[in-house]
């Protein structure tokens, strides 16, 4: 009954904001176009990441409220993804409000990684389990610098993702399913599920956009979630089969730090050359757009579960994604 309960006031919390989003938004901040980067037609609420966050805080205190103890994250874990993900979203929302150089994005998201993990030291991934291997391959005292390093190309990789209306949000969607399926906190996810639901709604309108806070804030989750499920869940995903989840995104990223640093570009100076940009301008409909890049994320995870192995998986959506970006290149110089 409180799990029922519980689920009803998570949706009137978010139908509310929903509903008067008009009215809350006045009060809120607004990404302003630019004519470069930012190409939207007028200004936009950038609260997306704001209402990720209380959903977040929400969803913890009920859950603590009602003693539902087994469906939220144990101990010092629980402290560590809020205060992570806090900070996170702090410093992306800086960053939205003031454009911060990318170099004070990285000292910040690094420090804020650092303060968490020394407060908290089990949310250091300290080893890593391949699913074609039977080794186990331990960081010992480098397993701060994978830590902190999973987390910043992590936080890259989720920002640099969000170009499109629903992008993300149906990713993230997508992620949480697995979460669900697997029986990973379930509970927790399904009401994080419903406050994206309804953000995917908003942002599909164009009235309100994730913004850095919000990427940043995910990347934050997601790294958090992958790890605890990792060092807590013996039968739940394997290293490389969290890479294959994310290798869309991932090769993606690393595509555009190739080609900036070979342009002489900071790797972390945006642009609008990302997949989703290309696509999008390619077939010159957002939506499509979405459904074809959401697809061939899909894919690697599809062929996952055909029990194709990741390294097979792998080579085939690096010849799949680099073909679609030859293609595209072609087709724009045509």
Known sequence: ??????????????????????????????????????????????????????????????????????????????????????????VGLIDDLKNLTPNIKLISLILSIFFVTYLFPEINLKLIKISFLKKTYYFNEYSFFFTTLSF?????????????????????????????????LPLFFILLSIGFIFLGLLNFQNKVFIGDGGCYLISALLGCSFIYQYKNYDNFLFGDEIFIILLIPAIDMLRLFISRIISKKHPFKGDLNHLHHKVDNYVRNKNLAV?????????????????????????????????IILFLKNKKNI
């Open 152 to 184: 910043l190309l992590l936080a890259n990789a989720i920002n640099m993702f969000d170009g499109i209306n629903l992008q993300l949000i149906l990713f993230c969607l997508f992620i949480f399913i697995i979460f669900i399926i697997k029986g990973f």
């Open 291 to 323: 459904l074809i890049t959401i697809g061939l994320c899909i894919f690697p995870t599809f062929l996952m579960i055909l029990e194709f192995k990741t390294y097979y998986i792998l080579v085939i959506n690096l010849i799949i994604y680099f073909s």
């Open 1 to 90: 009954m409180s799990v029922f309960f519980l689920i009803i006031l998570i949706i009137l919390f978010n139908l509310t904001f929903f509903l008067k989003f008009n009215a809350i938004a006045d009060f809120a901040f607004f990404d302003k176009p630019d004519g470069k980067l930012k190409r939207h037609s007028k200004p936009t609420s950038l609260i997306g990441g704001l209402v990720i966050l209380i959903n977040l805080y929400l969803i913890i205190f009920f859950l603590m409220l009602f003693n539902i103890d087994n469906s939220i994250f144990k101990n010092n874990f629980l402290n560590a993804i809020i205060i992570l993900s806090t900070l996170f979203y702090l």
